[in-house]
């Protein structure tokens, strides 16, 4: 059972990452389902993600940033599973 819960936050949180990146670059406009389902997903991700930003903000490259946050989350994602499955 937690090999499944594991794998399936995996799964939304590599689809909002990826979801995240083609709304950050401006493909989707504002109002698009796509927008919507980005965001409704973002809701339930934030909560989890913010303690973790307090401890690793955000790395600056250029005018982007690489959230450690979420990288944070797959690696422990990936323990759980790796110990559960």
């Known amino acids: 059972m937690i090999c499944t819960i594991a794998t399936i936050a995996v799964l939304i949180l590599f689809g909002w990452v990826i979801l995240g990146w083609i709304v950050e670059?401006?493909?989707?406009?504002?109002?698009?389902?796509?927008?919507?389902?980005?965001?409704?997903?973002?809701?339930?991700?934030?909560?989890?993600?913010?303690p973790i930003r307090a401890v690793l903000p955000p790395v600056r490259i250029g005018n982007a940033a690489l959230d450690l946050s979420v990288i944070a989350v797959f690696v422990v994602?990936?323990?759980?599973?790796?110990?559960?499955?």
Request: hydrophobic share 45%; charged share 15%.
């Open 77 to 85: 994602l990936w323990v759980i599973r790796t110990a559960a499955c």
């Open 25 to 50: 670059l401006g493909r989707i406009p504002w109002g698009h389902p796509v927008r919507s389902l980005y965001d409704l997903i973002g809701k339930g991700i934030n909560p989890i993600l913010r």
